[in-house]
Every structure is written in C-alpha cells, then in structure tokens.
C-alpha cells in the first residue's frame, strides 16, 4: 500500500468552515499527489508536490491549498469549504527509479468530505 | 484535446463472459496509457499498461489492445469473475510524470455469478 495513510477518512462539515485533509507516507517518496474523485469525472489532479515546500496547481486547485514542510506529511486546506467540494479525497505518491518517474502512482484509501 | 473518453459507464457481465471497456483520446502526445482497478472503499490501483510501441499487452485475464491510428485503446477482461466487481479507470499522459496523467470517467463493472 506504499505506506499511504490519509485523515481523516470520513468528515462532514458546514459550508463555510475551514478543513484540512492530512496525507502521511512512511517511505520518503518525493512526489505526493491530491486528486478529487466525483461521479462522471473519474479523477481529477488538486496540487501535487515535488519535494518539502515545493508545489504545484493541478486542474482543478481554485478553493484548495496545500502545504508540505516535511517529507512525510502533505496538506489538502479548503480554506471555506463549500458545497462542491463534497467528494472523495484521494492522496497519492509516485515512484522514482534511477531519478525517472515511473508513471505509476499509488493511492491512499480517501476521505470522504460532506459539506452541508 | 486533454479529454480521455471512456465508455460505457456501467457494464454487467456473466461469469464467465468477456467484459470490454473502451477508451480514446485525442492528444498524440500521450505515450502511457495505464488502467486502474477500484473496489468499493479503497484507492484506485494500477491493473495493467502499454506505450504505444505495442498493439496488444496481457496480463493473466487481462488485456490492453491498444489502436495508434484510431486513437483508442481497451481493456479486456477474459473469464470474467465477480472478483472483478470493481470500477476500471482508464487513462493517458505524456512521459512518465505522474502530474501529467489525465484519467477517464470511471466504467463500473458488475460480474453477475
């Protein structure tokens, strides 16, 4: 399972307030991924990280942030979350080989998020 | 042009039968075409994959045939088992970087016992 582990696995919320997901993984991999899962739009890429502190916006980052001090920990925060970031939260890591990605990633079991 | 089309969105099967998810894609950039296995309450996980440097890929039951010229490619589940419940997403990138990977919408597939 890549040593993935997301939490909270389940939160429901009130439009809003503030809410942070945490992704941990215990194998040092350098690139951590967030993507949202929604019904007729398979997976959709939030930020991603490429090492402490380094980040980027994937397709679908208005209303999120990210934060990532260490290697292990990678921050999903939806500053004022609102109805249409009900969804299911899913952490990934990718594999390096020989300093090449690979393609493969390797997700966490998802948060599911209700914002009500 | 960054779309990745899958259909059909929801398939049942007998055991036994073939199950057939299709998926195309217009950038001809892209270069690595993985699928990705899902059961209920866990994250996806990578089934199988093929560079376009091939037609055909299998692994056990499970086969890529992947078309260059048409721009499509599918996933074929031969001896299909209720084990294989499970939503199949198919997807497409340029290179090896995982950032670029665009999935499609997700095909929920039922093996009736």
């Known amino acids: 399972d890549a040593g993935i582990t997301q939490s909270p696995r389940h939160k429901v919320t009130e439009t809003g307030t503030p809410v942070t997901l945490r992704c941990h993984q215990t194998e040092n991999h350098r690139y951590m991924y967030w993507y949202r899962q929604d019904p007729g739009h398979g997976l959709r890429l939030i930020h991603y990280?490429?090492?402490?502190?380094?980040?980027d916006k994937g397709e679908v980052s208005d209303g999120y942030s990210v934060s990532r001090s260490k290697t292990e920990d990678f921050l999903l925060t939806l500053e004022s979350a609102t109805s249409s970031q009900t969804s299911v939260y899913f952490c990934a890591i990718s594999v390096t080989k020989g300093g090449a990605g690979t393609g493969e990633l390797f997700f966490g079991e998802g948060s599911r998020l209700t914002v009500l | 042009q960054q779309q990745v089309k899958q259909s059909p969105q929801s398939l049942i099967v007998q055991k036994g039968g073939i199950s057939i998810i299709n998926c195309a894609y217009e950038n001809t950039a892209f270069d690595y075409f993985p699928w990705y296995q899902q059961f209920p309450g866990k994250g996806p996980a990578l089934l199988i994959a093929i560079r376009p440097d091939v037609s055909e890929k299998k692994e056990g039951r499970f086969t890529i045939s992947f078309n260059k010229s048409a721009k499509q490619f599918s996933l074929h589940i031969m001896d299909s088992q209720p084990g294989d419940s499970a939503t199949y997403f198919c997807?497409?990138?340029?290179?090896?970087?995982?950032?670029?990977?665009?999935f499609g919408s997700g095909t929920r597939l039922s093996i009736r016992p």
């Open positions: 990280s490429y090492g402490v502190k380094d980040t």
């Open positions: 997807a497409a990138s340029k290179g090896s970087s995982a950032s670029k990977i665009i």
